[in-house]
């Protein structure tokens, strides 16, 4: 099946996303941005995408709720959630929900595409399980 290399960054504040948009593309993904959940997963019905990046704000619930309803919708696309160590139980949350991986934040782009790729290799491995 391979990699698309497509990449979602969700984040409701949009303080971020257009740095780490260009330097995710500038290593070879392509990246497609949403402002807020309900964005992201209009996408997501639309694009199949290897890794969600999701920003985890105060309002957890609405993160948690847009991870869930990403794992709902596309199982198989691994989730990144990005927070800050005061939402420590966000974190917590989120890999019950199915989370690849919390980062708190401010996270340099080099971890963050570390994350990205090895979330990637998993999402390699699971296909190739799926596909025989």
Do not use: W, Y
């Not at 990449?7 to 949403?34: C, N, S, Y």
């Not at 993160?63 to 696309?77: C, V, W």
């Not at 974190?91 to 401010?106: E, H, I, S, Y």
């Amino acid at each position: 099946m391979g990699l698309s290399n497509r990449i979602l960054l969700i984040d409701e504040k949009g303080e971020t996303l257009e740095a780490l948009a260009r330097d995710i593309e500038a290593v070879g993904f392509h990246v497609e941005t949403a402002s807020d959940g309900d964005k992201a997963l209009e996408l997501i019905e639309l694009v199949s995408f290897d890794v969600a990046v999701l920003e985890a704000q105060a309002q957890a619930t609405g993160g948690l709720e847009t991870l869930a309803r990403i794992k709902q919708s596309r199982p198989e696309t691994e989730v990144i959630i990005l927070t800050r160590c005061e939402l420590a139980d966000t974190a917590f949350a989120g890999m019950q929900g199915g989370a690849f991986d919390v980062l708190l934040k401010p996270c340099d782009s080099e971890s963050l595409l570390e994350r990205i790729r090895r979330a990637q290799e998993k999402k390699e491995i699971s296909d190739r399980l799926k596909d025989g």
